[in-house]
């Protein structure tokens, strides 16, 4: 009786977080901030809005997490770039990173991050903008990662850290665009190897 009765008081959790936060990534991944509506969400997660809104907040607050959890993940092969030797092997390794991420799958091919929030009413305007945040710090550490390149004599004394690292994020991101667009890996490889090729430092 006595267990019976601490089941109903200790009720466990109705659902495993983690892996509705893993459900609302992909579908915010798939159909971007705007185009993820909340049913979308709840659907894919399992879960009613009630739950969604007690474990998440709302529905911005739930696209941060899912963002967070985009970069610990599939995007995780950024910050593992930046730890490569040397200033070329950073370059390698975040363009195919880029290249293996953006075609995963059939369902979503692409970047969350740069997707997710490219046409923003005001509704989607914190997501625009936190996203446009998260391009810019992937930016600047690799500008930060290549500026030490410079300094440990890996690059040469007169390299713009500044300017190459724009130029790399734009060749991947624009690599995400594409495959958004429809490229295939092989494809998108062949671009990053082209870049990689006209690689003068």
């Not at 009630?50 to 941060?64: D, P, V």
């Not at 997707?115 to 989607?124: K, R, T, V």
Request: charged share 25%; net charge negative; with cysteine.
């Amino acid at each position: 009786m006595g267990g019976s009765r601490n089941t109903v008081m200790g009720r466990p959790r109705e659902f495993d977080i983690d892996e509705a936060l893993e459900r609302a990534m992909q579908v915010f991944w798939e159909r971007g901030y705007e185009g993820a509506t909340l049913s979308d969400l709840t659907g894919a997660m399992g879960i009613t809005k009630t739950s969604m809104y007690a474990a998440f907040g709302n529905k911005e607050q739930l696209f941060r997490r899912a963002l967070e959890r985009y970069t610990e993940g599939p995007a995780s092969y950024a910050r593992r770039a930046l730890e490569e030797p040397t200033a070329r092997g950073v370059a390698e390794a975040l363009l195919r990173g880029a290249v293996r991420t953006t075609t995963l799958s059939e369902g979503h091919p692409g970047c969350l991050a740069v997707q997710g929030a490219l046409a923003a009413s005001d509704g989607g305007r914190p997501a625009h903008d936190l996203l446009v945040g998260w391009r810019n710090d992937a930016a600047l550490r690799l500008e930060e990662r290549l500026q030490r390149a410079v300094d440990e004599g890996d690059l040469p004394r007169d390299a713009d850290a500044g300017r190459l690292a724009r130029y790399i994020m734009t060749v991947a991101f624009g690599i995400a665009v594409q495959a958004a667009g429809g490229l295939a890996h092989d494809e998108l490889q062949d671009i990053a190897d082209m870049a990689l090729r006209s690689w003068q430092a």
